[in-house]
């Protein structure tokens, strides 16, 4: 049976299976497909982006994708000209059926075209407005009642509300937002200029009235107050502190399932203890860039939320091994970041994560700790389930904790090892160090490597009649044979980022991943032209490519790139010196769906050639370029 003859709702099945990008070049293979590709089922993880910079180009595709029923549309940093005004209320008026996330970020919208513009939404249920300063700095937003009445009764099904970083949002502003979307679960209020001041615009205990010139605490516990429903709540980057904090989480209709405060410099231990006393429920909580928590706040959240699925610690520098070691009383716990908790070590982590272990952990962050071979053998023995591991600058993980993870962590799918100095070509084949196998160089750089011959592989393996494995080397008899990293098949993220022990060798015998869309090799030394263009045959699915500061790569290996890389999204080669024009006339030619593009530093590029880039490749949407031509 042809391609074409496979019924559409069989082929919309398949389809289920596969990764967008692999969608969008199935949907190309016959017009069956195409409508297979089309059925809304496929099309809830797709978003929309359009941007101000392509608005005449968009408002002549909008019509053609009308089909598509597109779920979710963003519409960041529109200007107020009448060519932006159209595109937003094109899209709108199109895809407003079906629209059930809409995100007008950054976007210089009027009073007027915000009404006109969500009249069209009907069953939206996100709505982002951050940045959005213009569209509140008169006070008027829905001030009449006619348009009051109008969103009230579009806008009933929207359950999810992003005010961030609105200068100029007042108590009358907000209340007129929350009074239309009156069923909202998540409320957004990041880098908010909320007032917290019990002084300042102190309403009188006999009268009640809403602030009109800034936002109030007590304005938003008002509103807290009476939406029982309200299940999300972001209060990153605002001045709040364990006073208001307590009396926030404290009020009794308040069950809050999330919880951010990102960068909430004044909340401490005492903050954090109210929190985990009154929100029994909270499934995320996150904590990163909070400087003065310690070890005292994350074992009250150990001991009191027992149901916390995702916690987040980035940055808490006060945190150690003290509090990872009460980790393991968080047994649904799904996600862990204590990346740049540096006191923390192996020690700590072990004894948090693998003596009881977490067996519902999917994502952990240890990156920039004191994390070890022994941390990690471990973790990947009691921890098989997960999908995401960043080991960033984790400078005493070896070739050891490599082969662990590629022998045990079969469902991995990101993994982040950059600036992880000792890994070498061993760890990433799979061997262990033989006496005759001497590693050499510069004692400054660590880059360059000789090994006793040109070739580093053994005779194939022997099973002798005993059942132990050789490798047909003397001294070289185990029962545990490490595993190379190519055992990781499933594997869509790689960076190896400034492991500068790596050489061609070990790169081109064993990155060879089917699906794997991003791939770091950024501060390589010893990666050529021959490394690269090996590395872009094995592994066609990339869509990022990092190779910033690999002085060894020319023009040459960036042709094969652009050439054979069709899905080709991210191309990053900063500080590579000998790349010159030709390559921006490669890129110019072959890469029709790049969107982001670095050449910083590159001094053979020049500013004629990059201008002309930016002119002719229409699908480029940033381009980095300081420093070139020089």
């Not at 159209?86 to 075209?113: D, I, P, Q, W, Y």
């Not at 909270?282 to 860039?289: G, K, Q, T, W």
């Amino acid at each position: 049976m042809t391609a074409s003859r496979l019924p559409v709702e069989v082929v919309t099945h398949i389809m289920k299976y596969l990764s967008l990008s692999d969608r969008k070049d199935a949907a190309l293979v016959c017009r069956t497909w195409y409508e297979a590709f089309l059925d809304p089922i496929l099309q809830r993880d797709i978003i929309l982006h359009f941007y101000a910079s392509t608005a005449a180009r968009t408002g002549k595709d909008i019509s053609s994708l009308y089909k598509r029923r597109l779920p979710h549309l963003i519409l960041n940093d529109f200007d107020s000209s009448l060519e932006a005004k159209a595109v937003v209320l094109k899209s709108c008026e199109h895809f407003g059926e079906n629209l059930k996330s809409l995100s007008l970020k950054g976007s210089n919208l009027t009073e007027r075209t915000f009404v006109e513009l969500m009249s069209n939404c009907k069953n939206l249920v996100s709505l982002d407005l951050s940045c959005c300063n213009s569209l509140f700095m008169s006070g008027t937003l829905l001030e009449l009642n006619s348009d009051l009445q109008v969103l009230k009764n579009v806008l009933g099904n929207v359950q999810e509300v992003n005010l961030s970083s609105i200068r100029h949002i007042s108590d009358v502003t907000f209340n007129r937002i929350m009074t239309v979307c009156e069923n909202v679960e998540k409320l957004a209020l990041c880098s908010a200029p909320i007032v917290f001041s019990n002084t300042l615009f102190q309403q009188s205990r006999h009268t009640r009235f809403a602030n009109s010139s800034v936002l109030t605490f007590s304005n938003i516990m008002d509103f807290v107050i009476t939406q029982q429903c309200l299940k999300s709540l972001n209060l990153s980057r605002t001045l709040i502190d364990d006073d208001h904090l307590e009396t926030i989480v404290s009020i009794k209709e308040l069950h809050l399932e999330e919880l951010i405060l990102v960068g909430c410099r004044n909340v401490s231990d005492e903050g954090i203890a109210s929190v985990c006393k009154h929100q029994h429920g909270l499934a995320l909580l996150d904590i990163r860039e909070c400087p003065d928590l310690t070890n005292g706040a994350l074992m009250a959240i150990s001991a009191s939320l027992r149901n916390l699925r995702h916690l987040f610690a980035q940055k808490c520098k006060l945190l150690s091994d003290a509090s990872m070691a009460c980790l393991h009383k968080l047994t649904s716990l799904q996600t862990l970041d204590i990346s740049e908790c540096h006191q923390v070590t192996s020690e700590g982590l072990i004894a948090g994560l693998c003596t009881k272990p977490l067996t519902q952990l999917t994502c952990l962050n240890v990156s920039c700790t004191e994390a070890s071979d022994s941390f990690v053998e471990m973790a990947c023995e009691s921890l098989p389930l997960l999908t995401q591991l960043d080991l960033s600058s984790c400078f005493k993980v070896t070739d050891v904790g490599l082969h662990a993870i590629a022998k045990h962590l079969k469902y991995l799918r990101y993994l982040r090892l950059a600036f992880c100095n000792e890994i070498t070509d061993l760890g990433l084949l799979g061997l262990q160090p033989q006496p005759g196998h001497i590693i050499m160089g510069d004692t400054e750089n660590m880059v360059t490597r000789k090994y006793p011959s040109t070739v580093i592989f053994k005779a194939p393996n022997k099973i002798d009649r005993s059942g132990i494995v050789t490798n047909g080397t003397p001294g070289c008899i185990s029962t545990s044979t490490p595993v190379a990293i190519s055992n990781l098949a499933g594997l869509r993220s790689l960076d190896l980022t400034a492991c500068k022990k790596l050489t061609d060798v070990g790169l081109m015998q064993t990155i060879k991943f089917a699906e794997l869309r991003f791939l770091g090799l950024g501060i390589l030394n010893d990666l050529s032209d021959e490394g690269l263009i090996c590395l872009v045959y094995q592994n066609p699915s990339l869509e990022e490519l990092d190779v910033i500061q690999c002085n060894n790569i020319t023009d040459d290996s960036i042709e094969v790139v652009t050439r054979h890389l069709k899905r080709l999204r991210v191309l990053n080669v900063k500080a590579c010196s000998q790349l010159t024009d030709r390559s921006v006339g490669h890129i110019k030619r072959n890469c029709k769906n790049l969107r982001h593009l670095d050449v910083s530093f590159c001094g053979g590029i020049s500013h004629e050639a990059m201008d002309d880039l930016e002119l002719t490749l229409t699908s480029l949407l940033s381009v980095q370029k300081r420093m070139i031509g020089s």
